[in-house]
């Protein structure tokens, strides 16, 4: 469940935004001053809408200081919608503004597109396991055996064993997924991938503790 920080002195709007969000499915934290809001905002915040003229620190300030450590979409809602207004507030790094009065169905639109674009910006950059360590950027990989480089194919695959870590998957299920409808390896390749895996990941290949088979039915990568 998505957390979203609701930064709002003007208790008529708070019911309405609190009631709507939740009828979405977001948990709702709520603060009506800037310095509570400071106070509550946290890492596991997923967005915050954020009113400009707010009691103790002004919106654009609690922006700002949130932009010094976060990268948490920011929503602001004014009644002060001027340009200038709205420049300062991207300015200091919000994400969106919207002009008070606004449609609460908008709002929840542009929530869910900033959430949906943050879980997209947060994808898999690195991932370790035992004394493996994975770079999804440089497609390096890095354990006792010093730096080896992945191909396309093989980081792919291993995302995807990332993703249902700890599930059995059958073969069937990585070729749709990792090689799609458009290509046609055999049962035999994604063994070859596996063997290589071994390689590169386990301390004693024959013995593997990590990429495992699973005789007529497919593969497991299990890790604790």
């Excluded at 469940?1 to 930064?7: A, E, G, S, T």
């Excluded at 493996?132 to 390096?140: D, G, H, L, Q, S």
């Excluded at 390689?199 to 013995?207: L, Q």
């Amino acid at each position: 469940m998505k957390k979203i920080l609701l930064v709002e002195d003007e208790e008529s709007l708070i019911n309405v935004l609190e009631l709507n969000l939740e009828l979405e499915n977001y948990k709702v934290e709520i603060a009506k001053d800037g310095e509570e809001a400071l106070a509550r905002f946290n890492e596991d915040i997923d967005l915050v809408i954020l009113d400009v003229m707010l009691p103790k620190i002004n919106g654009f300030d609690v922006c700002e200081q949130i932009r010094k450590t976060s990268k948490t979409p920011i929503i602001f809602t004014s009644a002060k919608g001027t340009s200038t207004d709205r420049i300062k507030g991207l300015k200091l790094g919000a994400d969106d503004y919207l002009v008070k009065p606004f449609n609460l169905e908008e709002l929840l639109l542009r929530i869910g597109i900033l959430l949906e674009r943050n879980q997209s910006n947060d994808e898999l950059q690195s991932f370790s396991f035992g004394e493996n360590e994975v770079n999804f950027k440089t497609y390096e990989v890095t354990n006792s055996n010093g730096t080896l480089v992945l191909s396309k194919r093989e980081l792919n695959l291993l995302k995807y064993f990332i993703s249902r870590k700890n599930e059995v998957v059958s073969r069937d299920d990585i070729l749709d997924n990792v090689w799609g409808t458009e290509s046609y390896p055999t049962s035999r390749t994604i063994d070859n991938y596996i063997l290589n895996f071994r390689k590169y990941f386990e301390t004693d290949p024959r013995n593997p503790q990590y990429f495992k088979s699973l005789r007529g039915v497919g593969y497991k990568f299990e890790i604790n």
